[in-house]
């Protein structure tokens, strides 16, 4: 079945800069790859997503790449405010024997620094 | 539009009692997931539910077994608790087809178990 890897577990950045989260996935027929942030206490909740079509979806300051062939999508966040602060999570949607189900990765706990 | 709601929000158990979690979806949602996420860690996929039947199980015991009724929402039963069992179950609904889950996963704010 599927796997996701997710890295790095924790990231700290000042406010203002850059934070990147990557992700690798095992399954070659997954085709979709969402993530969510989930705060202290409340339900995760999509920020962005991509298909296997596309290589790569921006919006506003979050965006997220694919490399099909090496089998990561990454996660990048411009201009971090420390709203930003929670964990992120990674997706792969793979097919198991009853049909597409998601896998997620352990979490990346992103502590923005005012 | 209603969002998906879970009830009981935090309960505790001893270990070898029953539990039943409850789940409604999101307005116009089909499939229903279960997805257990222990502290510090991402969800697991428990199972899925599409009509009524189940379509989908990750890797967990027998003794977790659920149900989705005609209007969608659901239950999560653990029988025989253990102390591993204590974590946040989360519901999470969609618009599906019957092969599996084809749309966004909207989550619920869960249900914490803690198993003594």
């Known amino acids: 079945g599927e796997n996701v890897e997710q890295h790095p577990s924790t990231l700290s950045v000042q406010e203002g800069d850059s934070a990147v989260i990557k992700c690798t996935y095992s399954d070659s027929a997954s085709n979709y790859f969402p993530w969510y942030k989930q705060e202290l206490g409340k339900r995760p909740q999509l920020i962005i997503d991509?298909?296997?079509?596309?290589g790569e979806k921006k919006d506003q300051r979050i965006a997220v790449t694919l490399n099909k062939t090496a089998k990561h999508f990454s996660l990048h966040i411009t201009e971090t405010q420390p709203e930003d602060s929670a964990v992120y999570f990674c997706a792969a949607r793979s097919r198991d024997n009853y049909g597409q189900n998601f896998v997620f990765g352990p979490g990346t706990r992103l502590s923005v620094l005012p | 539009e209603t969002g998906v709601t879970q009830s009981p929000t935090h309960l505790i158990k001893t270990r070898g009692q029953q539990v039943t979690l409850r789940c409604s979806s999101q307005?116009?949602?089909?499939?229903v997931s279960w997805y257990q996420q222990a502290l510090g860690q991402g969800p697991q996929f428990i199972f899925q539910y599409y009509r009524e039947e189940e379509n989908g199980r990750g890797n967990f015991p027998p003794r977790f077994s659920g149900l989705q009724f005609p209007n969608y929402s659901s239950e999560l039963n653990v029988n025989a608790l253990e102390l591993d069992d204590s974590a946040l179950y989360l519901c999470a609904s969609s618009l599906g087809g019957a092969g599996g889950n084809t749309g966004e996963l909207f989550f619920g704010e869960g249900s914490r178990l803690t198993v003594l």
């Open positions: 307005s116009g949602h089909n499939t």
């Open positions: 991509i298909r296997s079509n596309v």
